[in-house]
């Protein structure tokens, strides 16, 4: 596959993320066994992750779609999370996972978690598909991880630059130089 200019190197290839999201699907399937999982999509990054991963989970599922923003236009977090678009149905007694882009400071999830868990699900657990501990401010129990990676700002597969560049198949490395 062709590099996009304005992608440093290639992280995860698209056959890396496929393969992944196979065993989670599988991991999150035998850990459910029995049960009926809610799956709560974090937008937009986490949108083309949901898609990938729930075509893999062999149980009754469920999906809602909750849409934040912590980062506007910058690389780095500003720790306040806006709610743009919320959960169409009440999580009341419904055991729920979080499908999320990335974990980075974890300001976003730690927020989340409490405000999701005011509505009393059954359970309430994170999957994500990246998770970059260097940057973490907030300590947020993962379930579920995709891939760990290093401080760098990554794109692609959901994940935005000021909202360009979700449509990689691939995650890469920003880079900052290249012109575009
Ligand atoms: P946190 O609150 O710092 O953990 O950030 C979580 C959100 O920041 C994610 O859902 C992403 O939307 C965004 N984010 C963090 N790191 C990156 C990155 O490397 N590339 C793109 N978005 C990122
Ligand atoms: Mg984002």
Redesign the pocket.
Known sequence: MKLHPQISKILISSEQIQARCRELGAEITRAYRGKRLHLIC?LK?GFMFLADLVRHIDLEVSVDFMAVS??GAATT?SGTVRINQDLSRELTGLECLIV??????????NFLLQHLDSHRPASLKICTLLN?PA?RKAEVPIAYQGFEIPPE???GYG???DEKLRNLPYIGVFDPSAAG
């Open positions: 974090i990054g912590s980062y977090s999320e882009d990335i974990v980075d400071t974890g300001l976003t999830l970059k940057a700002f990554v794109v994940l935005d630059l």
